[in-house]
């Protein structure tokens, strides 16, 4: 039998760190992962380079930058572990940085400069790795204080504490699983309904065609979805593809629209559409796209007036409903996805392990020595380095706690 004080299933990024920070504060800890190659998501993270944290996270207000049905629950976590924190770690390992925008911190150089410093940070704690090994089976029993035990294809192993860091369901192809919403099922603990986030919306029939012909366009829009209370926008970059809309913009509301909602996008934010054509039609004779395309891309402005004899004039032609009407369309065009690319598009999983039934501070479960770290859990942030610093900041919190 393998006895240790801490076993980690998932080597990850909350895995990984959580191992070593468990390791160098003097703790026998085994890392367990079913995957040959390690923390796949972290090597394809910010294309290649890792946008490993993000600068502008404010620890004090994390429901700003997360999604959960508790999204106050990463406040503890967050705001002992900071990405100061995690910033003075990296240059301790030497690896050169940038900000690209709005905070977000990416590696100078490849993404493996991560993985090989938290491998580095877990040889210095004494971490013992099985990879590639599957856990069969996972049982507890109450006697001396209570214990799991593992069987795994290495053989069986013991420990007071286990630490489930098996992230999400998105990715599949890297080996993403649900091992994690399995154990806690186990164990009588709840869990949110899992749902792709930080995804590509889609869209259904004939009424997308005029649009499909726009893929690859990009342009900095508004976008929100929900009412009042949950009301949320975003002001980022929208991409369209040939089966919907991407982007940042898109991957940052697919965490907050719910199916059937409808998204609202101003593609000119900023900019009075109406009071633009209005001007233009006391002074100019050019084709209304010609002028359109002044204050939007020539393609948008082009699909946009589309075959509407009452758009294909000049401007100082027009109607005024009808250049109100392509003004309101521009500004608040309304769409409904019919769905979203899915797991294997979606950066994150959101909903998971119910935080009602962990501790903020330790992020132990109900269940006695039962822990769960990163994407596992009801917890889910931004695009641009969030969800990483949720990763390090909820291992470190478990570590301590271990």
């Not at 572990?81 to 150089?109: M, N, S, W």
């Amino acid at each position: 039998m393998n006895f240790f004080d801490a076993i980690i299933i998932g080597a990850g990024a909350a895995g990984l760190f959580c191992a070593a920070q468990a390791g160098q504060r003097g703790r026998r800890v085994l890392l367990i992962d079913h995957s040959e190659r390690i923390a796949e998501k972290i090597r394809i993270s910010g294309g290649g380079r890792c946008n490993f944290t993000n600068r502008d996270l404010d620890p004090r207000a994390p429901q700003k930058h997360f999604v959960g049905e508790n999204p106050n629950f990463c406040r503890s976590a967050l705001s002992r572990y900071t990405p100061q924190q995690f910033v003075a770690l990296i240059e301790r390992h030497g690896i050169a940085y940038h900000e690209k925008h709005k905070g977000q911190l990416f590696c100078d150089g490849p993404s493996q400069q991560i993985i090989d410093m938290l491998l580095a940070e877990c040889a210095a704690g004494g971490v013992t790795r099985w990879q590639p090994c599957a856990v069969r089976g996972v049982t507890h029993t109450p006697d001396d204080g209570g214990r799991y035990r593992l069987e795994t294809d290495r053989g069986p192993a013991e420990a007071p504490r286990l630490v489930i860091a098996t992230g999400g369901l998105s990715i599949p192809q890297l080996g993403a699983s649900d091992f994690g919403y399995r154990i806690a099922r186990q164990f009588g603990l709840r869990v949110v309904d899992p749902r792709p986030a930080l995804v590509p919306l889609t869209f259904a029939g004939d009424g997308w065609a005029p649009y499909a012909s726009l893929a690859g366009l990009a342009l900095p829009v508004q976008i929100e979805t929900g009412a009042k209370k949950e009301r949320m926008v975003f002001l980022e970059d929208l991409l369209f593809t040939h089966r919907g809309l991407s982007g940042p913009a898109v991957l940052q509301i697919s965490s907050y629209w719910r199916e059937g909602a409808p998204l609202r996008i101003d593609f000119a934010p900023g900019t009075d559409i109406a009071a633009a054509l209005g001007e233009a039609k006391a002074r100019s004779r050019k084709r209304i796209a010609n002028e359109l395309a002044t204050l939007v891309p020539s393609r948008l402005a082009d699909a946009w007036v589309g075959d509407d004899p009452a758009l294909q004039r000049p401007v100082n032609e027009a109607a005024d409903r009808s250049l109100a009407q392509l003004a309101e369309r521009i500004a608040r065009w309304q769409i409904t996805p019919n769905g979203t690319e899915g797991y294997k598009k979606a950066e994150v999983t959101a909903g998971g392990v119910d935080t009602r039934a962990l501790s903020s501070q330790t992020l132990e479960s109900k269940q006695p020595g039962l822990h769960f770290i990163g994407e596992t859990v009801d917890v889910t942030g931004w695009l641009g380095g969030y969800n990483f610093q949720w990763a390090w900041a909820s291992a470190n919190a478990c570590a301590e706690a271990l």
